[in-house]
């Protein structure tokens, strides 16, 4: 049991990420809940000595993992803390703001952005409930001796320069109810692992580097807000989007393709927000989308959406704000849309449309350029409008969902001549649009976004109901951390590159 942790640190110093991958694959054969170094009680017995060999074992090498015997603990909870915490600070290559500067000695509840709680099983114990290191800018990994924080609820970790991925030993971590990773430089698949806590409700992953496909079983727990916003997704979003129970998704600026699916519409009861703006979808509307009564922001814009709108759209009572610029929408913005009673902006420009209805121009604010309207100004051009309308569109062709297909609503049966857009050569792709909604900044490596001002204004927080503990009167120093800047931007990391890698260990003797 503790060859694990033995071989880690006998190696430390090597690469990590390296190790680390060698170090998860056997920490997958064995338990999850091996990492404990002291869960028990103090007793002295078989297990006491174990895990007295397996502390002597973490000071291997003179190490700073090393437990001074002079350290008290308040509990043996506090003291897996600190194994945990002593090992991110080992793991940390870069902290320029001094925040871990005093992660020093066992009054672990007291180091910056730790926060302590009664432990929900035994209120008798103090335990570290949460992280909140949000826009700390220090760069590291994250050990897999994190798996020792068994209490926490929070885990804030936004605006750093994490690399690397996520240590299997979460896993323990099943009280973990928000994850919030965003704007560091996380790569690599999508972090299933996190899609196994039992707890999770609330998972930001933004503004990382996040790529492959999303996984189905994301929309099969019961999560109240999801952002992936921002990353390198690339996969057609899963059919089984609809099951999900998010009042706020925001996928935005990755390079999902294909279909809009029909099955959003079972997300009536609860969305709030769906934003998708800057993707590949290329598809018409499904009919659905008009089952989606709670629905108040809708962004759809930079993405290659065909067809006319669906007469559905006036049974979207609750939307505010509808964002479809920059596809390749045609035919008729009917008066039922634009007279939606809630809606206040309307962002259609750069689309093929041709007839808007005397509605759409009475809305507070509407965007209607760079249409085939007649009469408006700031059009395309005829030929370009005639080029495209020409070509007739055929929603089946796209085989999106055994539904029909909602485009049947426009005169002709749109017939599509060359088949759907995806090559990106052909109709000109939209420029790169400004991350609107999704607050964080780009990464400085991302070019000055070209397109429209921001339209939507932030998203109202998401149903994150505060379940977790909010830390602490045990914390001397601070008040609970402020609820995380969810949509409020993270300032933008000066990035450097993250050295996916520790400094070198001294050698041994
Ligand atoms: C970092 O903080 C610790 C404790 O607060 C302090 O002792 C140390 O001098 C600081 N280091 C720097 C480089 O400021
Ligand atoms: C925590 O820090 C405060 C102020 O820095 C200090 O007064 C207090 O004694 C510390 N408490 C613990 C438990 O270390
Ligand atoms: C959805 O909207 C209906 C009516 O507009 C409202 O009664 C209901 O509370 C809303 N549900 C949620 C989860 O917001
Ligand atoms: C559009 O609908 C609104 C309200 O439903 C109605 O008052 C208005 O007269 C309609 N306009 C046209 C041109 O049909
Ligand atoms: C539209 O596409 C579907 C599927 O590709 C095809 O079966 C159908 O015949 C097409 N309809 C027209 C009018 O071309």
Redesign the pocket.
């Known amino acids: 049991m503790t060859i694990n942790i033995y071989l880690w640190h006998h190696f430390s110093g090597s690469n990590t990420c390296f190790l680390f991958t060698i170090f998860s694959v056997l920490f997958i054969i064995s338990t999850p809940y091996q990492l404990s170094a002291s869960t028990g009680s103090h007793s002295a017995g078989i297990d006491d000595i174990l895990i007295y060999q397996r502390r002597r074992v973490l000071s291997y090498n003179g190490d700073s993992l090393a437990i001074n015997p002079s350290l008290n603990f308040e509990n043996p909870r506090l003291e897996n803390a600190y194994i945990a915490l002593q090992a991110w600070k080992e793991a940390i290559i870069s902290d320029p703001k001094n925040i871990t500067g005093n992660w020093i000695g066992h009054k672990v509840c007291n180091y910056t952005g730790v926060f302590c709680w009664p432990a929900p099983d035994d209120p008798s114990q103090l335990t570290v409930s949460g992280i909140d290191i949000n826009h700390a800018d220090i760069a590291g990994n994250l050990p897999r001796e994190l798996g020792l924080l068994y209490d926490i609820t929070l885990f804030h970790i936004n605006s750093n320069r994490f690399c690397g991925v996520i240590p299997q030993s979460f896993l323990n971590l099943r009280l973990l109810y928000e994850v919030d990773l965003s704007n560091n430089h996380f790569a690599g698949k999508f972090p299933e692992i996190l899609l196994q806590l039992p707890s999770l409700k609330y998972l930001d992953i933004r503004f990382n580097e996040y790529e492959g496909e999303i996984p189905r079983e994301l929309f099969e727990r019961e999560f109240d807000a999801i952002f992936i916003n921002n990353n390198r997704f690339s996969s057609e979003l899963p059919d089984n989007i609809g099951k999900s129970t998010v009042s706020v998704i925001v996928m935005a600026n990755n390079e999902f393709q294909g279909c809009l699916p029909a099955s959003l519409g079972n997300m009536a009861g609860r969305l709030n927000e769906l934003v998708l703006t800057n993707n590949g979808i290329s598809s018409c509307f499904p009919s659905e989308i008009g089952k989606l009564k709670n629905l108040t922001v809708l962004d759809l814009s930079h993405n290659q959406i065909m067809g006319s709108l669906p007469e559905s759209m006036g049974d979207m009572v609750n939307l505010e704000q509808l964002n479809l610029a920059h596809n390749m929408l045609s035919g008729k913005i009917s008066n039922v849309t634009c007279s939606l009673p809630k809606l206040k902006n309307f962002r259609y420009e750069y689309n093929f449309f041709s007839d808007e209805a005397p509605d759409c121009l009475k809305l507070p604010e509407f965007n209607d350029r760079r249409n085939c309207f007649r009469g408006r100004p700031e059009q395309k051009s005829m030929l370009q409008c005639q080029r495209f309308l020409s070509r007739r569109i055929?929603c089946?062709?796209f085989e999106c969902s055994t539904l029909p297909p909602p485009c049947s609503l426009s005169p002709p049966?749109p017939?599509y001549s060359p088949p759907p857009p995806s090559p990106p050569s052909a109709a000109s792709p939209p420029p790169p649009p400004p991350p609107q909604i999704t607050s964080p900044p780009p990464p400085s490596s991302a070019p000055p976004p070209l397109a429209p001002p921001p339209l939507l204004s932030s998203p109202p927080p998401p149903l994150i109901s505060p379940a977790p503990p909010s830390p602490t009167p045990h914390n001397n120093n601070s008040p609970p951390p402020p609820p995380p800047p969810i949509f409020s931007s993270p300032p933008p990391s000066p990035t450097p590159p993250c050295a996916c890698m520790q400094p070198p260990a001294p050698s041994l003797p």
Do not use: E, G
Request: glycine share 0%; hydrophobic share 20%; net charge neutral.
């Open positions: 055929n089946s062709s049966p017939i």
